[in-house]
């Protein structure tokens, strides 16, 4: 007995360890939205999407933890159900105003779109709106009362743990983006609509949901290098921020800190941020978008996604965003618009590109194989010996965490 309360004692430290040290790597998803083409000329008979489960078993073959449905649509949510996958759930703009006239009808889209799924299907949020003030400026007055409407109705079905919250582009909110210390939000919205969507995501505990896109701040400056933007690691290829004295070595960063900047401005620097959309175009509206490129897309989603996995965060936030969301999972091939996907129309891929969070004792060399070695044995015994069963969810929880479940079915 002895024996076995040192041992759970060890196994219960090292878990907490694990956890501590992946805690600040934000969860990396993609952004995906079923498309909808209209026959043209050229193509009478587009092709239809695939069917929720295919879309569904792809993000899980490819160890994307995270997903977010700009549409919402139920046979999506459905697929999902038992993957592990979170969901970000969006309400599209044209239902802002009738959610903030009328709770019952927020009733009325959770009854269609969350309960029958949760928590089967792990939904993590929901996005009232996206973008509102560039394509919908006249619905603006409406946003809050709609986000409340949502919270309170998801309240009143007993669901406590979804938070509600909306989505920004960066432009439309934030005066200015370098140096990022003196960015604020745009007026009179900052006062009108910010500063109390604000209190309202402290009072809930909710997050703080924008659009980060760093190749059109680069393509709206002239005088950003192009490595800059791209997570590129080149001499002398910083900004410094000389009022707070910090170094940027990527603009992704100064997008983010500009934000927090902004958020701290407003009284509510402590709200988590998740970035709800961001990436690289692979080919450009028209022949002008030179930057456009499969090469460049490339290397801006592996950089980002290598950086968010450092756990670096941000130079003004630690732990840096708590998501982020690139814009897209397949390309939507329309002439004269971008294409953002990371898989070609066909699913297939267009990149290698690891998204899941690994246990971050690997970079310790042997001992991750070690302890690979030695829980799986320990779990073995475990089954043999047919006793000491209290000590199976922590063993099963470690496997669980470090991806390493895989090697204990082999051994079976």
């Known amino acids: 007995?002895?024996?076995?309360?040192?041992?759970?004692?060890?196994?219960?430290?090292?878990?907490?360890?694990?956890?501590?040290?992946?805690?600040?790597?934000?969860?990396?998803?993609?952004?995906?939205?079923?498309?909808?083409?209209?026959?043209?000329?050229?193509?009478?008979?587009?092709?239809?999407?695939?069917?929720?489960?295919?879309?569904?078993?792809?993000?899980?073959?490819?160890?994307?933890?995270?997903v977010r449905l700009p549409n919402s649509d139920p046979s999506l949510i459905r697929a999902f159900a038992y993957t592990n996958t979170t969901i970000l759930?969006?309400?599209?703009?044209?239902?802002?105003?009738?959610?903030?006239?009328?709770?019952?009808?927020?009733?009325?889209?959770?009854?269609?779109?969350?309960?029958?799924?949760?928590?089967?299907?792990?939904?993590?949020?929901?996005?009232?709106?996206?973008?509102?003030?560039d394509t919908t400026p006249d619905l603006s007055p409406f946003l809050l009362p709609a986000v409340r409407n949502v919270h309170l109705a998801l309240r009143d079905l007993g669901i406590k743990k979804i938070p509600v919250s909306t989505t920004f582009s960066f432009f439309n909110i934030i005066t200015t983006s370098f140096p990022p210390s003196s960015a604020q939000f745009q007026e009179p919205a900052g006062s009108l609509i910010m500063k109390p969507l604000l209190q309202f995501l402290e009072d809930t505990n909710s997050s703080f949901l924008v659009n980060v896109y760093p190749y059109n701040m680069y393509r709206?400056?002239?005088?950003?290098?192009?490595?800059?933007?791209?997570?590129?690691?080149?001499?002398?290829?910083?900004?410094?921020?000389?009022?707070?004295?910090v170094r940027y070595t990527n603009l992704f960063d100064v997008m983010v800190d500009a934000v927090i900047s902004a958020m701290a401005v407003a009284g509510h620097e402590n709200i988590p941020v998740i970035v709800a959309e961001t990436g690289w175009p692979s080919s450009g509206a028209d022949a002008s978008e030179?930057?456009?490129?499969?090469?460049?897309?490339?290397?801006?989603?592996?950089?980002?996604?290598?950086?968010?996995?450092?756990?670096?965060?941000?130079?003004?936030?630690?732990?840096?965003?708590?998501?982020?969301?690139?814009?897209?999972?397949?390309?939507?091939?329309?002439?004269?618009?971008?294409?953002?996907?990371i898989l070609h129309q066909n699913f297939t891929q267009k990149y290698e590109i690891e998204f899941s969070?690994?246990?971050?004792?690997?970079?310790?060399?042997?001992?991750?194989?070690?302890?690979?070695?030695?829980?799986?044995?320990?779990?073995?015994?475990?089954?043999?010996?047919?006793?000491?069963?209290s000590l199976w969810w922590v063993v099963d929880e470690i496997l669980l965490f470090c991806e390493f479940r895989s090697d204990l079915v082999k051994l079976m």
């Open 89 to 133: 759930l969006s309400i599209p703009n044209a239902f802002v105003p009738t959610l903030a006239a009328n709770r019952t009808l927020a009733q009325r889209w959770l009854y269609r779109h969350v309960l029958p799924f949760y928590p089967r299907s792990k939904i993590s949020l929901i996005s009232v709106g996206n973008d509102i003030f």
């Open 1 to 66: 007995m002895a024996f076995s309360s040192w041992l759970a004692f060890s196994l219960l430290i090292l878990l907490s360890l694990l956890h501590s040290t992946s805690s600040s790597r934000p969860l990396i998803g993609v952004t995906y939205a079923p498309p909808i083409l209209a026959p043209t000329i050229a193509n009478p008979h587009p092709r239809p999407p695939p069917p929720p489960d295919r879309v569904a078993s792809i993000v899980t073959s490819l160890n994307i933890p995270a």
């Open 357 to 389: 969070r690994a246990c971050k004792i690997e970079s310790a060399g042997g001992f991750r194989a070690l302890l690979r070695f030695f829980l799986t044995g320990f779990l073995m015994n475990l089954l043999c010996a047919g006793d000491n069963w």
């Open 290 to 341: 030179v930057d456009a490129t499969p090469a460049l897309a490339e290397m801006y989603l592996k950089g980002l996604v290598a950086h968010l996995k450092s756990g670096m965060g941000s130079p003004l936030r630690r732990e840096g965003v708590a998501e982020a969301y690139v814009y897209e999972l397949v390309d939507i091939e329309v002439k004269g618009e971008r294409s953002w996907g």
């Open 220 to 245: 709206l400056n002239c005088e950003i290098p192009l490595g800059f933007a791209l997570f590129e690691n080149y001499p002398f290829n910083f900004r410094d921020d000389l009022i707070t004295g």
